[in-house]
T-cell receptor, first 109, second 114 residues
Framework: DAKTTQPTSMDCAEGRAANLPCNHS???????VYWYRQIHSQGPQYIIH???NNETNEMASLIITEDRKSSTLILPHATLRDTAVYYC??????????FGPGTRLSVLP | DSGVTQTPKHLITATGQRVTLRCSPR?????VYWYQQSLDQGLQFLIQ???????AKGNILERFSAQQFPDLHSELNLSSLELGDSALYFC?????????????FGDGTRLSIL
């Protein structure tokens, strides 16, 4: 079973920030949080990952709570091309990912 | 483009047959992972190889096997195929077997069993 829980689906207006939550209350001290997305049946695309500090790259920002029991992926200005299934994964050493059902994000015009 | 190459993109075959899926990892990546994605099961980890050696096993059936060659490409062999084996098969690679660096996925092979 996945170690994370995410909402089944979310909508976001084009141009607005999309905030995708993830609960990982049983995360251990050396497990990282990884975010991927999958558009249609393409291969999962890596977005961002972090341990305990907030992270930002050209695609998104990752906010991890101080107790590390939850995190939020932020897409600052969502576009129609961001419509996808988003997966939050916790993993030790980046191995053996366990994918849950993810969040289906629909960006609406 | 993730840099991970999978061939073929599509494969159609019949029950009872055997197929081989191929994966070339990103340049410099030593670890290769195989995943299966079916409609009712989601993305499931099958097996991991690191620098030619099996590192971890997931929900891989005994009818399935894999190997990683000296040039680091990997093959997933599926035999005695059943209708339920119809799925997308993804390969991913990462720099090492035990680091926090992310896995990067190929675009998959769609296997259809008739």
């Amino acid at each position: 079973d996945a170690k994370t829980t995410q909402p089944t689906s979310m909508d976001c207006a084009e141009g607005r920030a999309a905030n995708l939550p993830c609960n990982h209350s049983t995360i251990s001290g050396n497990e990282y949080v990884y975010w991927y997305r999958q558009i249609h049946s393409q291969g999962p695309q890596y977005i961002i990952h972090g341990l305990k500090n907030n992270e930002t790259n050209e695609m998104a920002s990752l906010i991890i709570t101080e107790d590390r029991k939850s995190s939020t992926l932020i897409l600052p200005h969502a576009t129609l091309r961001d419509t996808a299934v988003y997966y939050c994964i916790v993993s030790h050493y980046g191995q053996n990912f366990v994918f849950g059902p993810g969040t289906r994000l629909s960006v609406l015009p | 483009d993730s840099g991970v190459t999978q061939t073929p993109k599509h494969l159609i075959t019949a029950t009872g047959q055997r197929v081989t899926l191929r994966c070339s990892p990103r340049s410099g990546d030593l670890s290769v992972y195989w995943y299966q994605q079916s409609l009712d099961q989601g993305l499931q980890f099958l097996i991991q190889y690191y620098n030619g050696e099996e590192r971890a096993k997931g929900n891989i059936l005994e009818r399935f096997s894999a190997q990683q060659f000296p040039d680091l490409h990997s093959e997933l062999n599926l035999s005695s195929l059943e209708l339920g084996d119809s799925a997308l098969y993804f390969c991913a690679s990462s720099v090492e077997g035990r680091s926090n660096q992310p896995q990067h996925f190929g675009d998959g092979t769609r296997l259809s069993i008739l």
